[in-house]
């Protein structure tokens, strides 16, 4: 897989050659980039650019993912699809369309979703934790789970399972770091400017991984589609975010490598300052380059990897009928 550059200076980022340079605005050293094996460009610095650099990286199919006001994810540049496919298309705003097939994948990334947040409980519960009280919720709410339920009541079901799964996050974290409960736009502490950043990594992540594919990203099952955002990649989030994101802030926080040294408050909003970013961005890159024997493949792919072949599962599912069973986590 290719790799994501995170540019976190205030500047200009511009084509030089065949490469990319970005001049600070500080007058400090300009800055090459290579664009070699680039997957995506993350912004989260003031960054000007023009066309000459997006028709660049349109031709070299790199994505550019920008982060604005509070470093909430504000948008992607997309480059041309990699693949164009009229008749996946189709078949996707069918089964959005035909309320069963819609419910059917829907509960599918639910079932996911729980699955996934339970793995990371049972692996702590193990580790000096008494997390059973948060493994028999997580297990009664999939047990709810059902093809045959509207989609606001799938939707409940994975909100009552994140309320139990975030119960467990105050003994698995240190006492300054306690989740009293989940809080957004802005996050007002610690804990949730860390659940709310690591969660934008994984939208932005899985927007990319889409790309790759002939799936239109704005179609989606679970989360209603709407405007300016890319609703699809909300449904494949869910069932990363517990495997990439939370991974990732447990071992920062319990390692103390990220401390509240490495956050800014102002205005009511908790937020993660640069060194912070800096910290939690490269762990979470690491984690994306993390490798596991696939079963079904007989060969390891990476982490990111995995994005992209759930994409490409929906595709061939939609295309061909074979059933979609959603991405759980096996080791």
């Not at 240190?174 to 802005?186: A, D, H, I, T």
């Not at 799936?215 to 990439?244: C, M, N, Q, W």
Request: hydrophobic share 35%; proline share 4%; glycine share 4%.
């Amino acid at each position: 897989m290719d790799r994501n550059y995170h540019v976190f200076s205030d500047g200009r980022l511009e084509r030089s050659d065949d490469t990319l340079r970005l001049v600070p605005d500080d007058d400090g050293d300009k800055q090459y980039i290579p664009i070699e094996n680039a997957e995506a460009f993350f912004l989260h610095g003031q960054i000007d650019f023009n066309t000459r650099l997006m028709s660049f990286l349109n031709d070299r199919t790199v994505a550019l993912h920008i982060f604005g006001w509070e470093d909430y994810y504000a948008g992607s540049v997309m480059p041309k699809r990699g693949q164009t496919s009229g008749k996946t298309v189709v078949n996707q705003v069918r089964a959005y369309e035909d309320s069963q097939h819609r419910r059917q994948l829907a509960a599918a990334i639910v079932k996911g979703s729980i699955h996934n947040m339970r793995t990371n409980v049972v692996y702590y519960n193990g580790r000096d934790h008494d997390l059973d009280s948060v493994i028999e919720d997580l297990e009664a709410a999939a047990t709810r789970v059902d093809e045959s339920l509207p989609i606001d009541e799938l939707m409940g079901i994975e909100a009552t399972a994140k309320k139990a799964y975030y119960r467990s996050f105050n003994q698995i974290l240190p006492s300054e770091f306690q989740l009293s409960q989940r809080e957004y736009n802005p996050p007002p502490n610690e804990i949730n400017s860390l659940i709310s950043f690591g969660n934008s990594m994984v939208y932005a992540n899985c927007v990319s991984a889409i790309r790759a594919t002939a799936l239109d990203p704005t179609i989606s099952y679970l989360h209603e589609p709407g405007e300016r955002r890319y609703s699809l990649s909300l449904d494949i989030a869910d069932l990363f975010k517990p495997v990439l994101a939370d991974r990732v802030l447990f071992r920062l926080v319990n390692r103390n490598q990220i401390s509240e040294s490495d956050f800014e408050t102002e205005l009511g909003s908790c937020l993660l300052n640069e060194a912070g970013r800096k910290t939690y961005t490269k762990a979470f890159e690491e984690m994306l380059e993390r490798t596991v024997e696939h079963p079904t493949l007989n060969r390891k792919v990476s982490y990111q990897y995995l994005m992209r072949l759930e994409a490409y599962k929906l595709k061939k599912h939609l295309l061909t009928g074979e059933a979609y069973d959603s991405f759980q986590r096996w080791w």
